[in-house]
């Protein structure tokens, strides 16, 4: 059922993403959120009653938006091409909430609710890992495995990168900008390259060249 979301919640939304970005989920308050709408905290409340409220809602708009693009990228011909599209979206979504992984850990532990889906969330994103890397393997673009659960394990290694690489890029750099969201999102990509046959590397440089001159 499609909800359409009142004015008022989309600016509790936003002004509270802005300054969770800012300045850490534990530095704001419903007080503090309020100050910065100008409205009262009674008025707030009537549309979120506790913090974690909103952290939830930011946490299901971000999966949300990478469904969205998933669903995209799986239905498309072009899988390796759609593959730059998509890790550059993963990316700029993580930063867009960065937030949540800057302190993932703290976050779950204090959300159960949020920790629970992450966990099945890997779970789903895992089947769908597999079922594009089985759609490479048939389409002679990516070897098949040669060691025991091999792509499970790929996987995990690009998940962990995926899920926490702005935790290290928040500590080596001062600000992330739109080149150093490339930068990650070719380190992810990169991680598939040693699996691609020779025709799945010349059609990954081919992509990688185009989505390059596409975003430049």
């Known amino acids: 059922m499609f909800v359409i979301m009142s004015k008022t919640r989309q600016k509790i939304l936003a002004k509270s993403l802005k300054l969770f970005n800012t300045k850490g989920v534990d530095n704001i308050s419903l007080r503090s959120i309020s100050t910065e709408l100008n409205i009262s905290v009674g008025n707030l409340q009537y549309h979120f009653k506790k913090r974690e409220d909103i952290i939830h809602e930011l946490y299901f708009q971000l999966v949300n938006a990478m469904d969205s693009g998933i669903k995209a990228g799986i239905q498309s011909d072009e ?9 550059y979206l993963i990316t700029s979504e993580f930063y867009k909430y960065r937030f949540i992984f800057q302190d993932f850990n703290s976050i779950t532990h204090k959300h159960p609710k949020i920790k629970e889906h992450y966990k099945e969330l890997i779970k789903y994103r895992k089947l ?6 089985d759609d490479l393997v048939r389409n002679d673009l990516m070897r098949a495995e040669i060691l025991p659960n091999e792509y499970d394990n790929l996987f995990i290694r690009i998940q962990i990168l995926s899920d926490f690489w702005m935790s290290s890029a928040a500590i080596q750099s001062k600000d992330i900008s739109k080149t150093l969201l490339l930068r990650y999102a070719d380190i992810i990509n990169e991680t598939l390259y040693p699996y691609l046959t020779t025709l799945g590397t010349k059609q990954y440089l081919s992509a990688s060249n185009s989505f390059k001159n596409m975003v430049n």
């Open 128 to 133: 769908q890992f597999l079922s594009f890397t």
């Open 79 to 87: 899988k390796l091409k759609e593959l730059f599209n998509l890790t």
